[in-house]
T-cell receptor, first 114, second 112 residues
Framework: DAKTTQPPSMDCAEGRAANLPCNHSTISGNEYVYWYRQIHSQGPQYIIHGLKNNETNEMASLIITEDRKSSTLILPHATLRDTAVYYCIVRVGKLTGGGNKLTFGTGTQLKVEL | DGGITQSPKYLFRKEGQNVTLSCEQNLNHDAMYWYRQDPGQGLRLIYYSQIVNDFQKGDIAEGYSVSREKKESFPLTVTSAQKNPTAFYLC???????????FGSGTRLTVV
């Protein structure tokens, strides 16, 4: 299983872009990169996922390097409500079984401040 | 509205008692999962189920049991064999391979 490495914490000023990095140097060719976030004492919330190409949705953008060994989640205009723990996850998936289990590490605590 | 519901939100039990945590979803998702989270830690997978009447152990299944008699329901029993049951328990579901998870709001279990 590919493992991920994230900084334990980051700060960001409100209104600025928050760029959260993730290293996944042992990722396999058929493994996706997922991002979730967890606001204190709530269930994690899905943000975005991608395989090779950059992805964008209403919440964030995901930039994956060409060699797929790292990625960056971008929150274009961070607000106080974006303060949360952000998890970068590489999907452990097998087409014939084992499901699409997601393994959560300790993530990055993003603190958005005025 | 479709979603995934965990109940109760807070649960207190005496040491040595079994306790069952409820997880119900009306998203028509095939797969369901139970995770445990300890303070300052990431989520650890307890059990998962890809289909009705089938489930698999996760990374920390000892002291837990599950059933999947209905597609909508995936209850988790924390047995007296679980050495340190006090934790935040999260249930999730997904349509299947390649899709993201939808999480419930969690149950905080405290054993006294």
């Amino acid at each position: 299983d590919a493992k991920t490495t994230q900084p334990p914490s980051m700060d960001c000023a409100e209104g600025r872009a928050a760029n959260l990095p993730c290293n996944h140097s042992t990722i396999s060719g058929n493994e996706y990169v997922y991002w979730y976030r967890q606001i204190h004492s709530q269930g994690p919330q899905y943000i975005i996922h991608g395989l090779k190409n950059n992805e964008t949705n209403e919440m964030a953008s995901l930039i994956i390097t060409e060699d797929r060994k790292s990625s960056t989640l971008i929150l274009p205009h961070a607000t106080l409500r974006d303060t949360a723990v952000y998890y970068c996850i590489v999907r452990v998936g097998k087409l014939t079984g084992g499901g699409n289990k997601l393994t959560f590490g300790t993530g990055t605590q993003l603190k958005v401040e005025l | 509205d479709g979603g995934i519901t965990q109940s109760p939100k807070y649960l207190f039990r005496k040491e040595g008692q079994n306790v069952t945590l409820s997880c119900e979803q009306n998203l028509n998702h095939d797969a369901m999962y139970w995770y445990r989270q300890d303070p300052g830690q990431g989520l650890r997978l307890i059990y998962y189920s890809q289909i009705v009447n089938d489930f698999q152990k996760g990374d920390i299944a000892e002291g837990y049991s599950v059933s999947r008699e209905k597609k909508e329901s995936f209850p988790l029993t924390v047995t007296s064999a679980q050495k340190n049951p006090t934790a935040f328990y999260l249930c999730a579901s997904s349509p299947g391979l390649g899709y993201g998870y939808t999480f419930g709001s969690g149950t905080r279990l405290t054993v006294v």
